[in-house]
């Protein structure tokens, strides 16, 4: 099976992580979406971030009526931070079976170069890329066996959701309902997570 995962710290997921996990699992040659919850992202303060099982709990919530995407929890008994590699290393052992492909914003390519055994994952994973306002990529810059996927995007983001709750302000329509509802319940975001 090719699966394609989308690694993100969802927090918390909402509308347009959904759209591109979708469009993904969908308009692709891929047959299901890990969105797979990162614990702590190597080039993000760990602070900023929700529990990750909670995040975890969220994603799970957002996609579970969707057969072709699935909430992964690979990385939290993995060293942190987590490191692609280190994932995708992990995986490929642990899943000789299937293929895997990350899915990512050309936003990212920038950093790429930093990432943690950059070179081996360029030559040995495919690479999904869709397209980010101000990100131009050209698909012939890229290695062969990487794809440009245009696919839809949502501006929104997950701090301008955090911004809002802790603003008293709603959520409806920037997350599914079901998210929506356990981040009231749980009061989520109030004040105790940084912007």
Do not use: C
């Amino acid at each position: 099976m090719k699966i394609g995962l989308f690694f993100g710290s969802f927090n918390p997921i909402h509308h347009g992580h959904l759209i591109m996990a979708s469009y993904m699992a969908y308009e692709t040659d891929l047959e299901r979406v890990w969105l797979v919850v990162s614990p702590q992202n190597p080039l993000k303060p760990a602070a900023s971030l929700l529990n990750e099982y909670q995040r975890l709990h969220l994603v799970k919530l957002a996609v579970e009526a969707d057969p072709r995407l699935e909430a992964s929890a690979i990385e939290f008994s993995l060293p942190r931070p987590s490191f692609t590699a280190d994932t995708m290393a992990y995986l490929l052992e642990k899943y000789p079976q299937h293929q895997f492909a990350i899915i990512m914003g050309s936003d990212s390519l920038q950093n790429f170069p930093r990432w943690k055994n950059a070179s081996w994952l360029q030559t040995h994973i495919a690479f999904y890329i869709y397209p980010r306002a101000g990100f131009p990529v050209n698909a012939e810059d890229l290695p062969k066996h990487w794809q440009v996927v245009n696919a839809p995007l949502l501006n929104i983001s997950a701090s301008l959701i955090r911004k809002r709750i802790r603003e008293g302000k709603p959520i409806r329509y920037f997350v599914p309902d079901a998210v929506a509802k356990e981040i009231e319940n749980s009061h989520y975001y109030r004040e105790t997570t940084p912007a």
